[in-house]
């Protein structure tokens, strides 16, 4: 069975950084995607940034890409995210994803998610 464990996560004030990690059990990433997805309380789920294995690319959702860093390390199959610079808007339950079964990585299915971390950010 597929397992994706997050850690992480936690509450800090407006500018300070948390780095998530995401490590992957009985799935070997191959020419697939991992992404990390947030969901804000009253919002839908949106995609954060994105690795694809086959060819080490990342992407981003919008501005992002400034202060978050999507990365993976094979050996420990294990995501990372981080983040830096961190606002009030930032807050929000973090899920990892793996496989992406169909459609885009940032809208498309995945077969595994994680159970979420939480990341809230005070101003």
């Known amino acids: 069975q597929v397992h994706l464990v997050e850690s992480g996560g936690g509450s800090v004030q407006a500018g300070g950084s948390l780095r998530l990690s995401c490590e992957v059990s009985?799935?070997?990433?191959?020419?697939?995607?991992l992404a990390w997805f947030r969901q804000a309380p009253g919002k839908q789920r949106v995609g954060v940034a994105s690795y694809q294995e086959e060819y080490g690319s990342t992407y981003y959702s919008g501005s992002l890409k400034e202060r978050f860093t999507i990365s993976y390390d094979s050996a420990k199959n294990t995501l990372y995210l981080q983040m830096i610079d961190l606002k009030p808007e930032d807050s929000a339950m973090y899920y990892c994803?793996?496989?992406?079964?169909?459609?885009?990585?940032?809208?498309?299915?995945?077969?595994?998610w994680s159970k979420g971390t939480q990341v809230t950010v005070s101003a």
């Open positions: 994803a793996a496989h992406l079964i169909k459609g885009t990585w940032y809208g498309g299915e995945y077969a595994y």
């Open positions: 009985n799935y070997t990433v191959t020419k697939n995607w």
